[in-house]
C-alpha cells in the first residue's frame, strides 16, 4: 500500500514536470517567434516543431515536406493535412543515414544525399509511415567529412545537381571532383563536373526567367573577422573555376594559394555577402502571395558566423535583381541572433509552397517557419 502510494506520488510528481517543462519549451519558442522581425504586412508561425537538425526541405505531393538533417542522420516527412499552416503530421522516412542533408523529390521519388551517395525512396508517398529501403543511385563520392554534405536539387533538365565541398578550410586538393558542381542523371549514370574552384556550396536555385544557376558559397576561414567575402555565384557554361583557394570574392588573393595568380583569371561573383554570414539555401520567389515587388527576387538563408568575434547572421536576406543583375541586399527577416550575442536559431534553407507563402528550417532549434503575408 505505501509503495503504491509512493509510486503514484512519483507518477503525479513526473507528469507536472513533463507539463511544465512542455510548457517552458512552449515559451521559449513563442520567445523565439516574437523575436523575428520582418516587413510590415508579413506573418510567422511554426510549421513544425519537432524537427531536429532541420536542414534543406524538397517539396513532394499533395503538399509533403521531405527534410533533410545533417548530424542526425534522419530524414522527416511533415504533412499540414488539415491545412492550418502547421504540420500536424511527421514521420521519420529514414534514419542513421551519413549526412543527409540533401533532399530531392520527382515522379513519387524521394533522393537522398549522403555523405558520399545518393539514395532513393520510390513511391515514398505512399509508403511513409512503412518506408521502402532505399536503392542507391550513386555512391562514388569521397567520404571526407569536411565540406561533405551536400545540397540537392532537380534542374529544369530534369537531372540531379549537387556540389563536392573542399575537404579542408584551405587547399589545393588533388582529386578533381573536390570544389565542384556536378550534375547527373537520376539514374546515376553521366556524371558530369560543371564547374570548379567552388569551396562550398549547400544552395542554389534557377532564375525563373533565365534559368541561369546561382549558388551561393561559403568563403575561407582566419583571415579575420572581415574577410573574405561570401558568395553569390552564378553558373552560365561548362569547365567555368570560380576561384577557390587562389582568389576569394573576385578580388582577394589568398595569401597563401594566390601567389603568382590574378583573380580576373576566374569567374567573379554576382555579389558579395559580408565575411563569415554562412548564406545556404537560396529561393527566388515565383508566387503571387508576396507583394509584387518580391516576384522573382531572391530569398537567401543566412545561418551565421562561428567564430567571428561579434557574431553576425542569423538571418534572412532579400536580394534586389534589376536588368539581371544584383543591385541591392537587404534585411527581410532578423531577430535569431540575441543582444547578447546568443543564437536562438540559424536559418538553414527555404522552401516555397503552393500558396505562395514560405517555409524556412532552422537547424538549432530545430523548427521549420512558416512566412505569409497578410496584408494587415
Known sequence: MFKAKLF??????????????????????????????????????????????????????????????????????????????KAERRYIVASGLNMPNGVAYKDGTLYVAELNR????????????QPPKPTVVYNKFPAKKMHGWKYLRFGPDNKLYTAVGAPCNICLPKEEVFTSLVRLNPDGSDLEILARGIRNTVGFDWHPMTKSLYFTEN????????????????????????????????????????????????????????????????????????????????????????????PHGYRIALLTFKA???????????????????AMGRPVDILELADGSLLVSDDLAGVIYKITYTGN
Open 118 to 129: 545518393i539514395i532513393r525512396f520510390d513511391n515514398i508517398d505512399q509508403q511513409l509511415s
Open 8 to 85: 503514484n506520488q512519483f507518477l503525479a510528481i513526473g507528469w507536472l514536470f513533463i507539463l511544465l517543462f512542455s510548457q517552458l519549451q512552449a515559451s521559449e519558442k513563442q520567445t523565439l517567434l516574437d523575436n523575428i522581425k520582418l516587413p510590415k504586412g508579413f506573418a510567422i508561425s511554426l510549421f513544425a516543431d519537432n524537427v531536429p537538425n532541420a536542414r534543406t526541405m524538397t517539396l513532394g505531393n499533395k503538399g509533403t515536406i521531405y527534410v533533410g538533417t545533417r548530424s542526425k542522420g534522419n530524414v522527416y516527412a511533415l504533412q499540414d493535412i488539415n491545412q492550418d499552416g
Open 324 to 342: 539581371g543583375e544584383v543591385v541591392s541586399e537587404k534585411v527581410f527577416a532578423e531577430g535569431w541572433l540575441g543582444k547578447n550575442g546568443k
Open 219 to 310: 568563403g575561407r576561414d582566419w583571415l579575420g573577422n572581415d574577410i573574405p567575402p561570401d558568395e553569390l555565384n552564378k553558373w552560365t557554361t561548362k569547365g567555368q573555376h570560380f576561384g577557390y583557394p587562389f582568389c576569394h570574392g573576385g578580388e582577394l588573393l589568398d595569401p597563401e594559394y594566390g601567389i603568382d595568380k590574378q583573380c580576373k583569371s576566374y569567374t567573379s561573383p554576382q555579389w558579395n555577402f559580408k565575411a563569415h554570414m554562412a548564406p545556404l539555401g537560396i529561393r527566388f520567389y515565383r508566387g503571387q502571395q508576396f507583394p509584387k515587388s518580391y516576384h522573382h527576387q531572391l530569398f537567401v538563408a543566412q545561418h551565421g558566423s562561428w567564430n567571428r568575434t561579434i
